[in-house]
């Protein structure tokens, strides 16, 4: 995990891929938190990456290094947005403090469950690794 994390946060645009009936959407992302052992992101119940991700919890998550490697996980979201793990995000990230606060209602974090991750390069190597 701790190597899936690292690579999300050097490469801290990484992009999340839903499933909207049997239309793909993808959107770009930058948070992720780890905690007690689970990989954390956010979103906000008014944005419709909640709403897919309610009706189909799988999705997966791509980005890419300017070292042409590049990271593809994939999983199935279980919201969690506890007190304590709202706390825990809003320290992690002086972004999220100016979005939400820890009483806000529309503040969401899921995280990853079931989770591979395939870490591949240009020379066509490629190692995947279940979370």
């Not at 994939?74 to 939400?100: C, D």
């Not at 820890?102 to 991750?117: G, M, S, W």
Request: net charge neutral; proline share 4%; glycine share 4%.
């Amino acid at each position: 995990m701790d190597e899936v994390l690292r690579f999300l946060q050097e490469n801290s645009i990484f992009y999340l891929a839903t499933v909207e009936g049997n239309q793909p959407r993808v959107r770009p992302f930058g948070f992720v938190l780890a905690h007690q052992g689970k990989l954390y992101f956010c979103t906000t119940n008014q944005k419709k990456v909640y709403h897919q991700l309610q009706a189909n919890p799988q999705f997966e998550i791509s980005t890419a290094s300017t070292k042409g490697e590049w990271l593809r996980l994939q999983g199935r979201a279980v919201f969690n947005s506890t007190r304590e793990i709202k706390q825990l995000a809003l320290e992690a990230s002086p972004l999220l403090q100016k979005l939400y606060s820890i009483d806000d209602p529309t503040f969401e974090l899921f995280y990853i469950n079931d989770a591979e991750a395939t870490f591949a390069d240009m020379s066509g190597s490629s190692r995947t690794i279940k979370l």
